[in-house]
């Protein structure tokens, strides 16, 4: 018995073992699986974090080509209708130089943003104002980008209260000297806005008209091969010009370089036409394969393009009508019995009334934002709407001329954009460079404070010798 004892002894000690070295091996198996599982949780929370990190803006999907359009159609507006009045007032050497800088420099402008955008993971220009100046940085990114549109809203309203009485004129018969009320700008202003721009700002989302910019473009470049075209049609002065004070030593000759109490418009128009600096971050977020070099060939492209039908605009549209070309070269045209013109009329009004919400769309959703309103609600999307059209017509009625618009929307609002602000922003985001890498921002920089300083106290000079110059002749 005893050895049937020790014997069950001994193996009720070896299942005792086998017990204890089974739960071991469990346990053990057990944590490691638990290490395991823990290594692989933090292995994928470190690739979770950095794909967050590098995935914050999706791929793009755009391509070259339609980013190039994208970008030309942002820089193409309402602008390239005063350049040949910038032309007139600074001669046929002096323009093309100052169109040629202005296009160097916004490249130049773009190129900060673009390496402050990757340096801070950041597409949106109001935050890279942000990041770099707190929510006064912000508000400056945010003021002028809502003052640049506003301009532009202005801009095309005043296209409407030019344009408009001519094509109806044309369309009934009447002569320029007909005053009637339905031909007064004006008047037809206020109607096409009520009629028209005001039920389709008070739609609320863009739809369809989100398209209208490649309509836009369109109708710009047959304004330019009509321009070209008319240059050899018509003899200078051959037609019937809207020009209101003609004296006796002008002529129909061409000036080189020529400085003028109007020369000071040039630069603000200029400045004007080639502000597209807040699209051109969501324009390079969406960009296929998107890289600073590739977006700055986009952009070379772009500019260079406009460049050309800018220039070739300006050129041809001062040859055609010399000293006597209009602050709105599209006005300067007046017979009634030219088809072409009509139809190009029609093209750019179309093309502004469809333009005007698109724009306003963006004036108003910045406004909301400023309001800190988040949540949609009618009654304040339909008082906004009407204060902010109301102010516009106001503006449109009582400003004198578009050269007016371009000077003052060119020396503040697009000098901020091109200049100061992308300047500002990238000097105070990358304050440890050497001070060797700093120079050119800095001269950006002061260019731009001086162009500021210079342009808006002369445009205000000249205003004042108008008005006086108007009462002295009234009287």
Known sequence: MRNGVVYSAELQSFDNADEDDLEDSQKSALEMDLEEEEEVFESQATLTKLHSKHTKYDDGRTSFSMSVFNLSNAIMGSGILGLSYALSNTGLVLFPLMLLSVTLLSLYSINLLLRCSKKEDCMVYEDLGFKAFGMPGKLAVFGSTFLQNIGAILSYMFIVKNEFPLVIKYMSGLDDGHEAWYVDGNNLIVIVTIAVILPLCLLKTLGYLGYTSGFSLGCMVFFLFV??????????????????????????????????????????????????????????????????????????????????????TAVFGYLTFYSYVNDQLLHTYSRHDDILILIVRLAVFTAVILTVPVLFFVVRSSALELMKQKQFKWSLHIGVTFILLALCVLLVIFIPSIKDIFAVIGATSANMLIFILPAAIYLKLNDSLPFKKRIMPILFLTAGVISALITVPLVIIDWVHTVQNNETTAH
């Open 227 to 312: 321009v070209i075209f008319k240059k050899f049609t018509l003899p200078c002065p051959g037609i019937e010009l809207n020009v209101t004070l003609v004296t006796h030593n002008e002529t129909c000759e061409e000036s080189y370089i020529s400085f003028n109490s109007k020369t000071i418009y040039a630069l603000p128009t200029i400045l004007f036409a080639y502000v597209c600096h807040p699209s051109v971050l969501p324009i390079y977020s969406e960009l296929k394969d998107r890289s600073i070099k590739k977006m700055e060939a986009v952009s070379k492209v772009s500019f260079f393009s406009m460049f050309v039908m800018y220039l070739l």
